[in-house]
Nanobody, 125 residues
Framework: QVQLVESGGGLVQAGGSLRLSCAAS????????MGWFREVRGKEREFVAG????????NYGVFVKGRFTISRDNAKNAVYLQMNSLKPEDTAVYYC??????????????????WGQGTQVTVSS
């Protein structure tokens, strides 16, 4: 089973950018669809972005509106989230997640069952 560790969170001003990284251990990373989620205290965890095993398919939460880009490097066992034009409402804990049960290289995750510990992103106005 893959284990996930996020990094790259921090404090940034509105309009700024951050790049989150998720390092995965284990041999099955390339067989997992990956995703990013975020959570604000008191609210449900929200889907941010997903990427297929090959990286050829991606999907995003409706609020992203072209501001974020998910990518992965299977040689490095890593997935990334480039976030641009950040807004104060993007403030949240961001989690990396894996779905090992996706069939085919282009399928997107639906049953994420492995999670990282999260990284805090704070956007000041």
């Amino acid at each position: 089973q893959v284990q996930l560790v996020e990094s790259g969170g921090g404090l940034v001003q509105a309009g700024g950018s951050l790049r989150l990284s998720c390092a995965a251990s284990g041999r099955t990373f390339s067989r997992c669809a990956m995703g990013w989620f975020r959570e604000v205290r008191g609210k449900e965890r929200e889907f941010v972005a997903g990427i297929s095993r090959s990286g050829g398919s991606r999907n995003y939460g409706v609020f992203v509106k072209g501001r974020f880009t998910i990518s992965r490097d299977n040689a490095k066992n890593a997935v990334y989230l480039q976030m641009n034009s950040l807004k104060p409402e993007d403030t949240a804990v961001y989690y990396c997640a894996a779905d090992p049960g996706v069939a085919g290289t282009e399928g997107l995750g639906r049953m994420y069952n492995t999670w990282g510990q999260g990284t805090q992103v704070t956007v000041s106005s």
